[in-house]
C-alpha cells in the first residue's frame, strides 16, 4: 500500500506542474538563409514558468501571450554549433520538462531546388478518389470520419500509397508537377476528404498515411525527374485546429463581435482589395469573413500568426523536398503580410514557384497579383507572389467552342483574351487550364465530345504559360456539378480500388473512348516536353477568321504553327496571309498524325480540329 500512495504521490506532483506537449516546428535545419527560428512551446500554464536552454544557448527572444498555454522561443541557430540542444522548462530551480531539439543538415544545394515552370505539366490529384494503396488507413480510430466510399461526399480511401503505386502511368502519360489537393490533417466531422479544412499543418492526415510516404513520394517523383506541388493554404484552418480550440491570443483569428460565436461569412467581393474607393465595412468582409462555418479565418495581419506559417511552408519545402506550391484562396488573405510571406519563401529559395488562386474574372485584376506587376504597383503593391492563374481564358474557353463566330465570339474570345498579356510581368508563369476540383467537368460540358476536349487540350499546351489538367480528363471523365455537387466533379478514378471492375490505369484495359482521350494526351504531352519553342518562345497571333484561329510559337531555331478550327465545316487557308510567321518553310510536320504538311498555297483544316504544325 506504501508503494503504491508513492507512486500516486509522484503523479499529482507531476501533473502540478506544467509539461511541454507541444512543440513546433518539432525540428529545423541549420544553414538556412535566415538562420532565426520561434518556436512553438505548448502545455498548460506553461508562461508561468522559465524557459532555459542547453549548452548556454540564449534565445534572442522569448514572448509570452494573453493564452498562458503558450511561449514563443526564438534562437539564432548560426550561434548554434551543436546538432541539438535541450529546451527546458524550470520551476524556480527545478527542471519539470524538457524537450529535445534537433538541427538537421540541409541536403546539397536544397537552396536552388529546382520548382515547376513553364516546360510542365501540372497533374491535378484529389488524393481521397485517384487510389486506394494501402485499405488499412482507410479510418483511423484518432480521426473523427470514417471510410464510406457510398457516401458521394465521405472518405472513399483513396491515399498516397494508391499515387506511389501509379507513377507510371502518371509519367507515361506526359506529366511532370502532380500538384495534390491538401493533405495535411483535416479532422472535421464530415466532408474532410477535400483537406481544406486542415486540423494540424505539420501532420499528413493518417488516412493518406505518414509524413514518411509524403516524403517518400516527392522523392520518387524527383528521381523521375517529375515534382511534388502542395496545395497550401493559407486563408482559414479547419474549426477542429487544436490551435483554433484554444487560441494563442484572440486575434489569432478574424473575430466578429456581431457573428454567431465569432463567424461572418465573407461577401467574396475580393475585387475589393484594390478598389480604391470601397468602402471600409465591405473590404472587412471580404478579408476577415469565413468562408463556412468549419472554416475560422486566419489573421495573418497577426506577426505571429505570419511567422507560424511562413515557418511551416518552409519546413514543408525542407522535409518534403517539394517543387513548388500552389496556395488557396489568395485574394482573400492580407495582401500585405502575404507579400512578406512570398518573399521569405522566395528569399529562401530563389528558384521555388508559388502559383495563387486568383479566382478574378479580370486580367487586371489577376495581373496585379503577379509578382513586379505594373498595374499592382498603380494600386501601390508588390506581391511578390510568382505565379497565377489564368482564370479569364478558363472562363472564355468553353464559352468560345460552344458557340458560333461573332465579333465578340466564338474564336474572337480567346484572340481577346490574349490581347491582355501585355499585363503581366511575367505572362510565361502562368497557370492555364480548362478545368480543376472547384469547376464544371469538361468532358460534362462538351458530352464526352473528343473533338472538344482535343481543341482545348492543344490550346493549353500550346500557348504561353504551365498548362494544368485534372485528373481523370485524359480518359474522359465526367461529373455535373449543377446536379450532384462537388462530389459529381470529384467521382473515383476507375481501376484506384480493388473492387473496381474495369482498371483505366492499364491503358490495355482502357476502352474505345478512353483510349482516344487518352492516346491524344499522351502523345501531346510527352511532344511537348522537349519543345523550348513551346516553354518559352514568342508567340504571333492572327486574328481568327471563319472560326478558326491560327497562332505561332517561334524562337530562333524553331516555329510551331498551330491551327484551331472551331468551325462545324472544313476551312480551307490561304497560306500566303500567314507569310510573316511561314516566312522560307515549304513544308512542316504534324505532330499527332506525323503526316507532312505542305505549306506552298492551302491548308484544309477538317471541323472541329486542331493541327500543331513544326515548321522544317
Not at 157 to 179: E, H, M, P, V
Not at 352 to 363: C, K, P, Y
Amino acid at each position: 500500500m506504501k508503494k503504491i500512495y508513492t507512486i500516486c504521490a509522484l503523479s499529482a506532483a507531476s501533473i502540478a506542474f506544467a509539461q511541454i506537449q507541444k512543440v513546433e516546428p518539432a525540428f529545423w535545419w541549420k544553414g538556412m538563409k535566415n538562420p532565426e527560428i520561434q518556436i512553438l512551446i505548448y502545455g498548460k500554464d506553461i508562461a508561468n514558468n522559465e524557459i532555459e536552454i542547453s549548452n548556454g544557448i540564449k534565445p534572442t527572444d522569448i514572448q509570452k501571450v494573453e493564452n498562458p498555454n503558450y511561449l514563443f522561443v526564438t534562437v539564432n541557430t548560426n550561434e548554434i554549433k551543436d546538432s541539438s540542444f535541450k529546451i527546458n522548462l524550470k520551476k524556480g530551480k527545478k527542471n519539470i520538462s524538457s524537450y529535445t531539439y534537433e538541427l538537421k543538415q540541409r541536403k546539397p544545394n536544397s537552396t536552388n531546388r529546382e520548382s515547376f515552370t513553364s516546360k510542365d505539366l501540372m497533374y491535378l490529384i484529389m488524393p481521397d478518389r485517384f487510389a486506394n494503396g494501402d485499405e488499412k488507413n482507410d479510418s483511423q480510430p484518432y480521426l473523427t470520419e470514417k471510410v464510406n466510399r457510398s457516401l458521394p461526399n465521405g472518405r472513399h480511401g483513396g491515399d498516397l500509397r494508391g499515387i506511389i503505386n501509379n507513377l507510371d502511368y502518371l509519367q507515361n502519360l506526359g506529366a511532370t508537377a502532380i500538384w495534390l489537393t491538401p493533405v495535411n490533417e483535416d479532422n472535421e466531422k464530415v466532408y474532410s476528404y477535400h483537406g481544406y479544412a486542415q486540423t494540424d499543418l505539420y501532420k499528413i492526415d493518417g488516412r493518406y498515411g505518414m509524413n514518411e510516404e509524403y516524403q517518400e513520394l516527392s522523392q520518387k517523383l524527383n528521381k523521375r525527374n517529375m515534382m511534388l506541388v502542395m496545395d497550401y493554404v493559407t486563408n482559414h484552418w479547419g474549426v477542429s485546429h487544436w490551435l483554433i480550440k484554444d487560441l494563442p491570443t484572440k486575434d489569432w483569428i478574424h473575430w466578429s463581435e456581431d457573428g454567431d460565436k465569432g463567424f461572418k461569412r465573407s461577401n467574396y467581393k475580393i475585387t475589393s482589395q484594390f478598389d480604391l474607393n470601397a468602402s471600409e465595412a465591405d473590404k472587412k468582409l471580404a478579408l476577415d469573413g469565413w468562408f463556412d462555418t468549419s472554416m475560422p479565418d486566419i489573421n495573418q495581419s497577426n506577426p505571429l500568426v505570419l511567422k507560424y506559417l511562413t515557418q511551416n511552408a518552409i519546413w514543408w519545402i525542407e522535409y518534403a523536398e517539394l517543387g513548388g506550391f500552389r496556395v488557396d484562396t489568395y485574394p482573400y488573405n492580407d495582401k500585405e503580410a502575404m507579400a512578406i510571406w512570398a518573399k521569405a519563401i522566395t528569399d529562401e529559395y530563389p528558384k521555388f514557384n508559388i502559383v495563387g488562386e486568383t479566382w478574378l474574372s479580370s486580367a487586371v485584376q489577376i495581373s496585379a497579383w503577379q509578382k513586379d506587376s505594373k498595374t499592382g504597383e498603380a494600386a501601390n503593391y508588390n506581391s511578390n507572389l510568382p505565379s497565377v492563374m489564368d482564370f479569364p481564358l478558363y472562363d472564355e474557353l468553353p464559352k468560345a467552342i460552344k458557340e458560333k463566330e461573332g465579333w465578340n465570339n466564338g474564336m474572337n474570345r480567346i484572340y481577346n483574351s490574349f490581347t491582355n498579356d501585355f499585363l503581366y510581368p511575367n505572362i510565361n508563369n502562368v497557370l492555364v487550364f480548362f478545368e480543376n476540383h472547384d469547376t464544371e467537368r469538361w468532358n460534362e460540358i462538351f458530352n464526352d465530345d473528343p473533338k472538344a476536349y482535343k481543341l482545348a487540350m492543344t490550346m493549353i499546351s500550346t500557348v504561353r504559360g504551365i498548362p494544368q489538367i485534372y485528373y481523370g480528363s485524359e480518359i474522359g471523365m465526367r461529373g455535373d456539378k449543377n446536379k450532384g455537387g462537388d462530389a459529381d466533379i470529384r467521382r473515383d478514378f476507375p481501376g484506384g480500388w480493388i473492387s473496381d471492375k474495369q482498371n483505366a490505369f492499364n491503358v490495355a484495359s482502357q476502352t474505345s473512348q478512353q483510349k482516344e482521350f487518352y492516346n491524344f494526351t499522351q502523345k501531346l504531352l510527352n511532344w511537348r516536353k522537349s519543345k523550348d519553342v513551346i516553354h518559352k518562345g514568342k508567340t504571333k497571333n492572327f486574328v481568327p477568321q471563319n472560326d478558326v484561329f491560327v497562332y505561332f510559337r517561334y524562337n530562333e531555331k524553331e516555329t510551331v504553327m498551330v491551327v484551331i478550327n472551331n468551325n462545324e465545316k472544313e476551312e480551307v487557308l490561304d497560306l500566303k496571309r500567314f507569310s510573316e510567321a511561314i516566312k522560307s518553310s515549304t513544308k512542316g510536320k504534324e505532330i499527332i498524325t506525323e503526316k507532312e504538311i505542305s505549306l506552298k498555297d492551302n491548308l484544309i483544316v477538317p471541323a472541329k480540329t486542331s493541327m500543331i504544325i513544326e515548321l522544317n
